[in-house]
T-cell receptor, first 114, second 109 residues
């Protein structure tokens, strides 16, 4: 199993550009999450999904959108990039029940908006 | 507001000593508790999870949970230079995991 994969690893955007961060998991997990981590800070939840077709906002959703058309994929869309979106983005997934509810993280995408 | 607070670092310990990390959480309905380790520039990786009050040991790591006090801790025994990292406490309530800001541990050789 590859676990959780994310692409790209690095990206530089200009202010106002858009992009999609890709996230795929092969563990058949229903729950998937997008976090951002600013330097020296913990992880802040952007959006999450409890299954295909179901998404909901986390703590910091402004400026982002998500979709979940399949169990495996959970892309994060940035529209009109702003310098405040410079961060490291992590995707994660987990199983449903206590005992399988450990979140597994992808390797991250380091995004810089100039 | 569901919050997770960790003791502020950085924490510097000599090699072979015990590192003690603390975490408190605000949501009494929290169900699962996790400790993640994060090396600089890497993604968080799970060290321990604990669901019930008491202690849970795994090798050099011991997690302690006290739901009445809303308190979780992690002890690292016989600290090694490879333990130098940031440790994140995470608490699950319903669908979501809330993270503390992390405590950076440096193990001095």
């Amino acid at each position: 199993n590859a676990g959780v994969t994310q692409t790209p690893k690095f990206r530089i955007l200009k202010i106002g550009q858009s992009m999609t961060l890709q996230c795929t998991q092969d563990m058949n997990h229903n729950y998937m999450y997008w976090y951002r981590q600013d330097p020296g800070m913990g992880l802040k939840l952007i959006y999450y999904s409890v299954g295909a077709g179901i998404t909901d906002k986390g703590e910091v959703p402004n400026g982002y959108n998500v979709s979940r058309s399949t169990t495996e994929d959970f892309p994060l869309r940035l529209e009109l990039a702003a310098p405040s979106q410079t961060s490291v983005y992590f995707c994660a997934s987990r199983g449903d029940q206590q005992g399988t509810d450990t979140q597994y993280f992808g390797p991250g995408t380091r995004l810089t908006v100039l | 507001q569901k919050e997770v607070e960790q003791n502020s670092g950085p924490l510097s310990v000599p090699e072979g000593a015990i590192a003690s990390l603390n975490c408190t959480y605000s949501d009494r309905g929290s169900q699962s508790f996790f400790w993640y380790r994060q090396y600089s520039g890497k993604s968080p990786e799970l060290i321990m999870f604990i669901y019930s009050n008491g202690d849970k040991e795994d090798g050099r790591f011991t997690a302690q949970l006290n739901k009445a006090s809303q308190y979780v801790s992690l002890l690292i025994r016989d600290s090694q230079p490879s333990d130098s990292a940031t440790y994140l406490c995470a608490v699950r309530s319903d669908y979501k995991l809330s993270f503390g800001a992390g405590t950076t541990v440096t193990v001095r050789a």
